[in-house]
């Protein structure tokens, strides 16, 4: 009887509360430059007043491990940092429970008048849950003027560009895999979606023996077939991804990853060179080399 007294009286204490109020409530998981961000930006009047939102706020650990220009913007660009909050916010109140697997909510974020989209993705059967890759670590606290979740990374770069425009973009880097994806006339399906894309870079490329790569760009139905190799259907980031995965591509063949404590993922073997590239339409995890499947079929001469 005891602890039901404690837990109701815990919810009522809890729910007559703001978010704001609540982020310094729910201080063990360290919310103290979440706070100082939201008072930076003139902000805490909606945090505390307006709603009712649902706020996913990052922590302070997750804050300090932002990539240094974002860091020197927040110090920097006042707007930047309203534009960040509002990322992190959703009109409405929001549960876990409510959350599906790549279901995707207007933020309160608006570039060029059109709100940007968060993508959430359950995975484990429900025990675990991300908002563009970030781990709900704290999740439904209710608040007075909405629900709070707590992130263990903060949801940065804002994904504008959706996987062909992303690999365009930076050309440089992915010339080769863009023209696999344009000689397949595979542009408009990967404009679709949502997929997984593990993106081996021109240097992955110029590891295959220079005849069979050669001999590979002009069998473009091999070539597609390496492409989708590369593929897989639905969003998983590397949160996503159990110590040991085996995973379906679009090709059909599965492909294993692993994804050991504290070391880098990798794929068939293959490290994960960076993960969590945040696309529109999915995810990028860039590899450093090229994948190609076991049971490939085609006698590919040179």
Known sequence: MYVIALL???ILTTSGQSLLDLMKYWDLDNMKSMIKLVTDANLTHMLDQEGPYTLLAPNDDAIAQLPRNALEMILDDKQFVVDLIKYHMLPGRLYSRQM????TVPSLYQRSGHAENIRFNVYRSGDYTTAEG?????????????????LDKVMYPFPVQNIPQLLTQQKGKYSLLLSAVKNTSSTQILEGGPFTLFAPTDDAF??????????????????RDVLNYHLIGGTIWEA????????????????????????PLTVNGIRVKES???????????IEAVLIPPDFRYMVKY
């Open 8 to 10: 109701q009286c815990l």
């Open 100 to 103: 599906t697997n790549d279901m």
């Open 134 to 150: 970030a781990w709900l670590s704290w999740r439904d606290k209710n608040a007075s003027n909405g629900v709070l979740h707590i």
């Open 206 to 223: 110029y590891k295959l023996d220079y005849n069979f790569r050669a001999a590979l760009f002009a069998n473009l139905t091999a070539l």
């Open 240 to 263: 996503g991804f159990s110590y040991d995965s085996v995973v379906n591509t679009i090709y059909g063949r599965n492909v294993e990853v692993k994804s050991p404590y504290g070391k």
């Open 276 to 286: 969590d590239i945040t696309v529109t339409n999915g995810v990028i995890h860039e």
